[in-house]
Nanobody
Framework: VQLQAFGGGLARVGESLRVSCVAS????????MGWFRQAPGKEREFVAA???????????DYADSVKGRFTISRDNAQNTVYLQMNSLKAEDTAVYYC????????????????WGQGTEVTVSS
């Protein structure tokens, strides 16, 4: 699976951004997807995950730090997973990475087999 993330950029505190990740090379609908981020000088951390489909039902999981502000979604027809980020805070500044794996709703980076190159999000006050 090849993953390409894009859509990062610069935002002010309280604003919104959406990052996207396009997948190719494998049946996307059968991939569990996740977003992680890595701030300067910090370890990569889990942000959100979305399951592969159970019929038409998808499950999501969020880190406590983003719950209620971020929304992960997927469009299987477009082979794309999104992370909508609202009410951004300065501490959301990081490089955001999308990841794909076989097991749904994993929070550990080593449980994902495929990674995108990352897209940078900077939130200024």
């Amino acid at each position: 699976v090849q993953l390409q993330a894009f859509g990062g950029g610069l935002a002010r505190v309280g604003e919104s951004l959406r990052v996207s990740c396009v997948a190719s090379g494998r049946t996307f609908s059968r991939c569990a997807m996740g977003w992680f981020r890595q701030a300067p000088g910090k370890e990569r951390e889990f942000v959100a995950a979305v399951s592969w489909g159970f019929g038409s039902t998808y499950y999501q999981d969020y880190a406590d730090s983003v719950k209620g502000r971020f929304t992960i979604s997927r469009d299987n027809a477009q082979n794309t997973v999104y992370l909508q980020m609202n009410s951004l805070k300065a501490e959301d500044t990081a490089v955001y990475y999308c990841a794909a794996g076989s097991r749904s709703l994993r929070r550990k980076a080593n449980e994902y087999e495929y990674w995108g190159q990352g897209t940078e999000v900077t939130v200024s006050s």
